[in-house]
């Protein structure tokens, strides 16, 4: 018999900062949403879909991420789909969420959150690396603070003066 598959890998922006709490036997646990953007044609126009999931992390993840964790910020989230089920005056319900297992932080708030400084501004890129190299070291060795991360240095502007880089 084949083995099930349930894999779920999303990237969007927190709608609302990440609230931790703690279970009787005092395991960790964060809660929080985001928002998926999907560009659609209808008729001669795109627009904009947002779709929203929730997601819970677990353990020390959550413990060191929810810190980071705020609305508006931009993430990656691969974990599985849990359905939730229980009964509310009489009647069955349920839901689904997503029960994540890695996180990382690709980026800060969204640009009408700050300023919008992407245009030609050639450290922009380094920034948003090290952004998420800091979210993967964070997960392997929770020791490391974030703010002790330091971001590879940037090649000299002459090097690629008269020639393509790629």
Not at 139 to 145: F, G, L, V
Request: proline share 3%.
């Amino acid at each position: 018999m084949a083995e099930d598959i349930n894999k779920v890998l999303l990237v969007g922006r927190l709608t609302r900062d990440a609230e931790l709490s703690y279970t009787n036997s005092g395991y960790a646990l964060c809660k929080f949403s985001i928002a998926v953007n999907r560009r659609k044609k209808q008729g001669d126009n795109w627009i904009d879909e947002a779709n929203f999931f929730e997601l819970t992390l677990w353990g020390k993840r959550a413990e060191s991420l929810n810190q980071y964790l705020t609305k508006g910020v931009q993430i990656a989230c691969e974990g599985q789909l849990k359905q939730e089920r229980w009964e509310q005056d009489g009647q069955k319900r349920s839901k689904v969420s997503v029960e994540a297992v890695n996180i990382q932080l690709l980026g800060g708030k969204s640009n009408n959150d700050q300023s919008n400084n992407s245009g030609g501004n050639p450290s922009n890129g380094y920034q948003q690396q090290g952004q998420q190299n800091r979210g993967t070291n964070q997960s392997t060795n929770s020791q490391q603070s974030f703010e002790s991360y330091q971001p590879p240095s940037r090649p000299a502007q002459d090097q690629y003066e008269d020639d393509i880089p790629f």
